[in-house]
């Protein structure tokens, strides 16, 4: 008999494991684990989502007719790690062989490499391929490349998947890319859509009691029915967001007050999860475009985000060893508390972290340009803020969080994933938005008591680290407006800055 380990991101039905197991004489194992709910802090509506996501999935292939013993956190028995429960398993059953699609983070993939030992039973690990991409093209890709850059990753995989391309291989509208086109800010009009809920069933309800009884110390609300668990949901949840998508290209990068989805798919979970597969969710919007149901730039700027970016992240964090520490600004300071408490006059943060307590998200611009840049600029210690990260989103895993904080919020690789940081004083943030309109602090004002903590640690940023980005073309102009300025401007941004960082708990 072979014993084939499903984790909590693998749950599709096309999951290699499943199709290497015999489902008249194998069994399958799936987990609550103790080690995995609690590596990291993470978010209540993160863990519901796992355990209920689980819970269904294993109904699933018991109603398909697979042998599936599943180990639930409250339940009789359970186990400290997945290396526990498989050791429950093998003591019960004869077990030839152990069966397990590779797992997306290296601490998982490092513990179950040690397993064939551990158990004195063959361990098979199945390549996943369920991304678009595999890693041993990825590392061809990358390959004698002296810079790794997605624009060009992405070009390739658009040739490589046909998505949004025409018959003579150009990309549709004659651009690869329409971001300049993604970037207006949002003032109220059009109405964003009401996000699609899902009614709790017995399974939603017995978890959310799990979690409230089992990590009542955690972080963050629960909210059955708020984000998919079921391969059914999925698909409905696909459906909402394809017929809703065609603002979204122009307002990919807006933010609002008390708006904590404006145009977004809220995909992502699902995605991660294996309850969606990339292909399909790209094809669905391809098809919307050539349907003429959304603009070019709205199915391009998506289509970006999965072919582009996901699988970009994917292939540096194993490329790169991104999993690794990495702190190449020699930044060290501590993670303030209103990024759990939401408690400060920055409203921008307020509102990023609110709504992440709330639903355990924030999209992409908020999480690079919010909270992002101001790690960035404040001189945050980066594993603290990966940790935070991984912690607080319904989405992070560590092989698509680690890239992303450590490589294109922190600037911590050594430039590696990104040819400048995404360093931005607080006009950004007004441009993108409307936060600042009702701020105690004043985004106009450099320094002063009320000036926008951004302007002051922004420009502190660039002085501290000038003999490394000084000669970096794409900062040129930023340097020549610092430039600019007289001596005595910039020692008073020298001493806004220091103000700043020194008092970074009280902002």
């Not at 397990?100 to 039973?121: I, K, M």
């Not at 309850?275 to 475009?289: F, I, T």
């Not at 582009?308 to 690794?324: I, P, S």
């Not at 408690?343 to 509102?351: A, P």
């Amino acid at each position: 008999m072979q014993l084939g380990l499903i984790l909590g991101d693998q749950l599709s039905r096309t999951l290699p494991t499943l199709r290497r197991l015999n489902r008249d004489r194998d069994l399958i194992v799936m987990a609550e684990v103790w080690a995995e709910a609690r590596y990291v802090p993470h978010h209540r509506q993160k863990l519901f989502n796992c355990f209920s996501a689980m819970r269904h999935f294993a109904e699933t292939l018991a109603s398909a007719g697979w042998r599936v013993q599943y180990f639930p956190l409250d339940g009789a028995t359970a186990h400290g790690s997945l290396r526990e429960a498989v050791e429950a398993v093998i003591t019960e059953h004869r077990i030839d062989r152990i069966v397990v699609t590779e797992p997306g983070e290296h601490r998982l993939l490092t513990d179950v490499a040690s397993w064939e030992a551990h158990f004195g039973c063959p361990v098979e690990v199945l390549e996943d391929t369920r991304y678009l991409i595999s890693l041993t093209d990825f590392a061809a890709w990358a390959d004698g490349r002296n810079a790794l850059r997605m624009e060009y990753f992405y070009r390739w995989m658009r040739q490589r998947t046909g998505l949004l391309m025409t018959e003579d291989n150009q990309p549709e509208g004659d651009q690869w890319n329409f971001d300049a086109d993604n970037r207006r800010a949002w003032r109220g009009d059009p109405a964003p859509p009401a996000p699609l809920l899902f009614e709790p069933d017995s399974i939603d309800q017995s978890v959310a009691a799990m979690i409230d009884d089992r990590f009542s110390d955690g972080w963050g609300e629960v909210q059955p029915g708020l984000w998919p668990v079921t391969r059914s949901q999925a698909e409905s949840a696909l459906t909402h967001a394809v017929r809703h998508l065609a603002h979204f290209g122009d307002f990919q990068d807006a933010m609002a007050n008390d708006q904590p989805w404006l145009f977004h798919s809220r995909l992502s979970s699902a995605l991660n999860q294996g309850l969606l597969s990339p292909l399909e969710v790209c094809e669905a919007v391809a098809d919307a475009y050539y349907r003429e149901h959304i603009p070019l730039n709205a199915a391009e700027g998506f289509i970006r985000q999965i072919i582009g970016w996901r699988e970009f992240v994917r292939g540096l964090y194993w490329c790169l060893r991104l999993y690794e520490p990495q702190n190449s600004l020699d930044h060290h300071q501590t993670l303030p508390h209103y990024f759990w408490t939401a408690d400060t006059r920055m409203n921008c943060v307020h509102q990023a972290v609110s709504q992440t307590r709330a639903y355990g998200y924030a999209h992409h611009i908020q999480r690079l340009m919010v909270t992002g840049n101001f790690a960035l600029i404040a001189g945050l210690a980066p594993e603290a803020v990966s940790e935070w990260y991984l912690s607080v989103y319904v989405d992070a895993y560590q092989w698509v969080e680690r890239p992303n904080t450590l490589g294109m919020a922190l600037h911590a690789d050594g430039g590696r994933m990104t040819s400048k940081p995404y360093a931005a004083s607080g006009q950004y943030i007004n441009r993108q938005s409307d936060y600042c309109k009702t701020c105690w602090y004043k985004v106009k004002d450099t320094t002063g008591p009320r000036a926008c903590p951004f302007n002051g640690l922004y420009w502190h940023f660039l002085m501290r680290h000038q003999d490394r980005f000084r000669s970096n073309g794409r900062m040129g102009l930023m340097y020549r407006n610092l430039d600019k300025k007289s001596e005595a401007e910039r020692d008073a941004l020298w001493q806004q800055g220091e103000q700043l960082i020194a008092r970074l708990t009280s902002l």
